[in-house]
């Protein structure tokens, strides 16, 4: 007797697609049948056609409370993220105050979020200038690593570093560093302007390039790892593999607005659009596509960054007064869907660039796949569904998203947890420590 099967025609594991009864007692997978093995079981969905696939992993996510709740929370983060497909996320340091930079903050974070997460969540520390000593005591209390700036956060809080401060985190610390790539001195202050070209000319592409090659060279000289986050730019591309043949240990992820957006295509004083790293070009996105697909950029993430539609100034369009960040948590399965099935990639690839390339990064080998052992994080998906993004129907805080109105394929039906419907009732995440993590493979 388990307490759950799932079957389907189409369950997608890492050795594949194939047609399996998924059994799961006690939030575990137990065992992988044959899709009509007579399986005793408390309950027994039958899926069809419809496919199975293991909870998506999102490693980039602000959530921003406490302190700027009003933005977006724990509650509402969750359930959208539920609602999308996403089992696990890992909380971004900032935006929050206090900003997790040191063990109590972590704890005021937790108990911010307790009882209030519908997926399970995880937490990044965060790395700025003077707090090197407190980063041995973070990571032993179970944060995932620590991410930096090399340019202005946009919150005051959290100032960014430079090479020698990023350097004396690593040497205070054997962690994984994730790493906000912008070089400041390649930046422009961006002049009051609705048009989106004249905020993407502030960002220019060797920003990100210059920044690139500081973290692979401090990196370098530390051995430490280093993960470059939401990579826009495919210039800096060739130095992330060159780091890697000389044995750097570098990964990098990009998010589906670099992959699916373009930025010739951005209405002037549509702010929804606005983040940083920029929105570039088709041409660009072609580039990281292929990257994506020979492995050079290992995942695909939201990096879900809302605010309230005061900051992001919809009423006066105006891109540099506005705040920077891409509200996707929810929507990341179908978009990337869309995009892949045109460009001839298939269900099992999305599986390995949102699923388990994050879940191995964090080395949440729990996480991510459809195996025996793993956690029971399953999503019930029709791949051919279609429907049109309504941003007052997202689960989110505000209302806020560039794909409003996109008509997308691929529908999220139920999203289990642990074996447990995720309703939107009785949150039942939990948290997640890196210590309960049961391996650290590298990608």
Known sequence: MVDLVVRSRRVFTPEGERAAAVAVTGGRIVAIHAYDAEVTAAEDVDLGADAL???????????????????????????????????????MPLNSLPPTVNAEALKIKQAAAAGQCHVDVGFWGGAIPGNAGDLPGL????????????????????????????????????????????????????ASSAAYTDFLASRPADAEHAAVATAIAVAREAGRRVHILHLSAASALPLIARARAEGVRVTAET?????????????????????????????????????????LITCVVSDHSPCTPELKRQDTGDFAAAWGGIASVQLGLPVIWTAARERGHTLSDVVKWMSRRP?????????????VGA????????????????????????????????????????????????????????????????????I
């Not at 302190?67 to 929370?73: L, P, S, V």
């Not at 350097?167 to 906000?180: G, I, N, P, S």
């Not at 009785?426 to 493979?441: C, D, H, N, W, Y």
Request: charged residues 25%; contains cysteine.
């Open 53 to 91: 696939l293991p909870g998506l992993v999102d490693t980039h996510v602000h959530v921003n409370e406490p302190g700027r709740t009003e933005w977006e929370g724990f509650a509402t983060a969750t359930r959208a993220a539920a609602a999308g497909g996403v089992t696990t996320i890992i909380d």
């Open 139 to 190: 990571h032993a209390d179970g944060v995932f690593g620590f991410k930096a700036f090399l340019a202005d956060s946009g919150v005051p809080e959290f100032p960014p570093v430079d090479a020698d401060q990023l350097a004396e985190a690593m040497d205070a610390v054997d962690a994984l560093f994730v790493v906000h790539a912008e070089d400041p001195e390649h930046l422009r202050d961006a």
């Open 255 to 295: 998010c589906p607005h670099y992959l699916t957006l373009d930025a010739g295509q951005i209405p002037d004083g549509a702010t929804e659009f606005k983040c940083c790293p920029p929105i570039r070009d088709s041409a660009n996105a072609d580039q990281l596509w292929a990257a994506l697909a020979d492995g």
């Open 359 to 371: 879940a191995d990064l964090a080395g949440l080998r729990e996480k991510g796949r459809i195996a």
């Open 375 to 442: 956690d029971a994080d399953l999503v019930a998906f029709q791949p051919d569904g279609e429907f049109t993004v309504d941003a007052h129907a997202l689960h989110h805080r505000n209302p806020v998203t560039p794909y409003a109105g996109r008509v997308v394929t691929g529908v999220v039906g139920t999203t289990w947890l642990r074996g447990s419907r995720v309703t939107g009732d009785a949150p039942r995440g939990r948290f997640l420590r890196r210590e309960i993590a049961t391996g650290t493979k590298e």
